[in-house]
Structures are given as structure tokens and as C-alpha cells.
DNA sequence: CACCATGTTCCTTG
DNA sequence: CCAAGGAACATGGT
């Protein structure tokens, strides 16, 4: 679940739930996804500490920690990765096969599963160092897209997933995005238009203001009863019964009818990852 | 068994 | 030095 808009949802979720909690002790199950802090120095950093904020940068989670007495704050990073998610439940709680880490808080267990084990959870920030502007962000502006693209030969889509072109954007609101901008996926980045450019900077938002406005209205349950926890990604819109997938315009489409002139959606193969495009809408 | 998967990082090649 | 492509990471679904 885990580009912009779903982290973005888990954060408004979580910072209530989060806010002046302390955390009492600390489970680390997978090693991996500290790195690269080693256990024992996020055990004793974390145990006895507060959490303060929580904000989202990109597709990260960074949690403004204060440590005991004394210790300067600190963040504590978090990614899910591919397969990753957060949620709390109640201390007596079953926990799930792959929670990597455990952080008790006392009324409730913060639970930091993932199956592949591709997410972190880490006190090493230097990972957002390297992000570009954040997408819905002032820093973002037509402007500067049209630079950034203008020095990159590579397609559009790959260099949408690019991190430090903007952050955030991930494979499936890439193909979804240009869609929306008109544009193939395969043209080089510096051949866009100015006009293009401006196009893709607003589908771009658009997008991505759709999605979190969409994850918004799911109901979202980590307190323990159990549904309605699989995030938005898995889930549906109460009132209308849209799934998530059934939103989608071209996202895992391939030889369906595009949505808006019925031509069959096409799937290629670009850096290695699955691209949909609408051949006849996008050029 | 084969292939696919919402992401990032590391290595090789040019 | 940079750009681009591919493999690796690890597990599960179809």
C-alpha cells in the first residue's frame, strides 16, 4: 500500500493515536529493517521515549521522538516498502505472522508488520536527504518540473518514480498520471512540451489529491476488531462499494477497455517494472 | 514450476 | 563523474 497518498492517509490516521505516547518497551523481530541502526542502539533509544509528532515526507513516515530525560529529540524513520503497514492494537492482541517490530505503549501495541521485509523502521535519516520537492508542496512548481525534465532522456514514466524528481510517486500512480496528462509513457523526458509539462504537473496533483481524498472517506480500524484494517489500498468506499482497483484508469488494466474511448489498455515493460497506458488517449 | 507484485539500493556497464 | 539497466532483497498470490 505504500505510495503518497496511502502514507498520507496512515499519518492522519496514526498522529492522534500516536501523540504523547510512551513507549514502554520494544520488540525487534527482523533485524533488516533497522538497518542501518543496530538493534541494541534503537532499543535504547526508543525505550522510555515520547512520541511528539508525526509528519510524512514523500513516502516516508518520520516520527518526532523524545527520548528520556535529558536526550535531544530525534526522528525515527519509517517505509513501508512494498508490503508494509501500521497499525495499533490492543497489548493482548494476537500478533501477526511477519510484525518485524513491536513497540509497546502501554493501552496498546504499535505493530510495524511486513511480509517481504522490504520497509524500515530506522533511526538513520539520510535517506529523505536525497527526495525532491513534495508533490502537493509549494516547492513544486511548473517550473521546476519543466527543468528537471528537460536534462533526462528517460521515458517520463520511469523518471516519475524518480524521488528526487518529486517525491512520492510510485508505479501505480505513475501510469495513472499520464493517463490523466495525455501523455505515452514512453517519450524521453526532455521531449515534453511545455504545455505537456504543465499538463503532467497537474495530473500529477490531481492524482494524488484523488487518492488521499479517496483514502479519507475509508474506514479505517486499527484499534482490533479487525475489519476495515487493510488500509485503502484493499479497501472500499462505504457508500458507493468503489474498490480501490476499480478506481483505477489504467493500473493493472492491460487489455481492458480504456475507461474514457474503450481501446484496450496495453502493459510494457519499463526499468524493469509494468507500465499501462491507453495507446489512443496517450501520445 | 513459472511469473508477477504498491520500493529502494547496490553493482555493473558504457 | 554520470546515466541506465539489471539484480538483489523476501514472501506470497495466481
Same mark, same amino acid.
Given at each position: 500500500m505504500p505510495e503518497l497518498p496511502e502514507v498520507e492517509v496512515l499519518v492522519r490516521h496514526l498522529k492522534p493515536l500516536l501523540r504523547r505516547k510512551v513507549i514502554r518497551g520494544v520488540q525487534v523481530n !527482523? /533485524?533488516?529493517?533497522l538497518r542501518p541502526t543496530h538493534a541494541r542502539t534503537f532499543k535504547r533509544t526508543l525505550e522510555g521515549a515520547r512520541f511528539i509528532h508525526l509528519t510524512r515526507r514523500g513516502k516516508y513516515l518520520l516520527f518526532e521522538i523524545s527520548p528520556r530525560q535529558g536526550r535531544q529529540r530525534r526522528i525515527l524513520l519509517g517505509h513501508l516498502g512494498m508490503t508494509g503497514r501500521m497499525y495499533l492494537v490492543p497489548s493482548k492482541a494476537a500478533l501477526p505472522k511477519h510484525a518485524a517490530v513491536v513497540l509497546d505503549l502501554g493501552d496498546s501495541l504499535f505493530v510495524f508488520e511486513d511480509t517481504r521485509y522490504f520497509g524500515r523502521l530506522t533511526l538513520d535519516t539520510t535517506a529523505v536527504e536525497g527526495l525532491g520537492p513534495e508533490p502537493l508542496g509549494s516547492d513544486f512548481t511548473i517550473a521546476r518540473l519543466a527543468a528537471d525534465l528537460a536534462r533526462s532522456n528517460q521515458p517520463i514514466k520511469v523518471k516519475l518514480l524518480d524521488q528526487s524528481l518529486v517525491a512520492g510517486i510510485g508505479n501505480i500512480y505513475a501510469s495513472e498520471a499520464l493517463l490523466r496528462a495525455g501523455i +505515452? *509513457? %514512453? =517519450? *524521453?523526458? %526532455? +521531449? #515534453?512540451s511545455p504545455a505537456g509539462v504543465k499538463r503532467l504537473w497537474h495530473a500529477i496533483r490531481q492524482t494524488l489529491t484523488d487518492a488521499v481524498a479517496f483514502g479519507s472517506t475509508v474506514p479505517l480500524d486499527y484499534?482490533?476488531?479487525? =475489519?476495515? &484494517? @487493510?488500509?485503502?489500498?484493499y479497501g472500499q468506499m462505504p457508500d458507493t462499494e468503489t474498490r480501490f482497483d476499480e478506481r #483505477?484508469?489504467?493500473? /493493472? !488494466? &492491460?487489455? %481492458? *477497455? $480504456? @475507461?474514457? $474511448?474503450s481501446t484496450p489498455i496495453k502493459r510494457i515493460v519499463q526499468a524493469a517494472r509494468s507500465t499501462f497506458f491507453c495507446p489512443k488517449c496517450q501520445s
Amino acid at each position: 500500500m505504500p505510495e503518497l497518498p496511502e502514507v498520507e492517509v496512515l499519518v492522519r490516521h496514526l498522529k492522534p493515536l500516536l501523540r504523547r505516547k510512551v513507549i514502554r518497551g520494544v520488540q525487534v523481530n !527482523r /533485524d533488516r529493517v533497522l538497518r542501518p541502526t543496530h538493534a541494541r542502539t534503537f532499543k535504547r533509544t526508543l525505550e522510555g521515549a515520547r512520541f511528539i509528532h508525526l509528519t510524512r515526507r514523500g513516502k516516508y513516515l518520520l516520527f518526532e521522538i523524545s527520548p528520556r530525560q535529558g536526550r535531544q529529540r530525534r526522528i525515527l524513520l519509517g517505509h513501508l516498502g512494498m508490503t508494509g503497514r501500521m497499525y495499533l492494537v490492543p497489548s493482548k492482541a494476537a500478533l501477526p505472522k511477519h510484525a518485524a517490530v513491536v513497540l509497546d505503549l502501554g493501552d496498546s501495541l504499535f505493530v510495524f508488520e511486513d511480509t517481504r521485509y522490504f520497509g524500515r523502521l530506522t533511526l538513520d535519516t539520510t535517506a529523505v536527504e536525497g527526495l525532491g520537492p513534495e508533490p502537493l508542496g509549494s516547492d513544486f512548481t511548473i517550473a521546476r518540473l519543466a527543468a528537471d525534465l528537460a536534462r533526462s532522456n528517460q521515458p517520463i514514466k520511469v523518471k516519475l518514480l524518480d524521488q528526487s524528481l518529486v517525491a512520492g510517486i510510485g508505479n501505480i500512480y505513475a501510469s495513472e498520471a499520464l493517463l490523466r496528462a495525455g501523455i +505515452s *509513457p %514512453k =517519450r *524521453p523526458a %526532455k +521531449s #515534453l512540451s511545455p504545455a505537456g509539462v504543465k499538463r503532467l504537473w497537474h495530473a500529477i496533483r490531481q492524482t494524488l489529491t484523488d487518492a488521499v481524498a479517496f483514502g479519507s472517506t475509508v474506514p479505517l480500524d486499527y484499534a482490533g476488531t479487525g =475489519r476495515g &484494517e @487493510r488500509l485503502f489500498y484493499y479497501g472500499q468506499m462505504p457508500d458507493t462499494e468503489t474498490r480501490f482497483d476499480e478506481r #483505477l484508469q489504467v493500473y /493493472d !488494466r &492491460e487489455g %481492458k *477497455p $480504456c @475507461r474514457h $474511448c474503450s481501446t484496450p489498455i496495453k502493459r510494457i515493460v519499463q526499468a524493469a517494472r509494468s507500465t499501462f497506458f491507453c495507446p489512443k488517449c496517450q501520445s
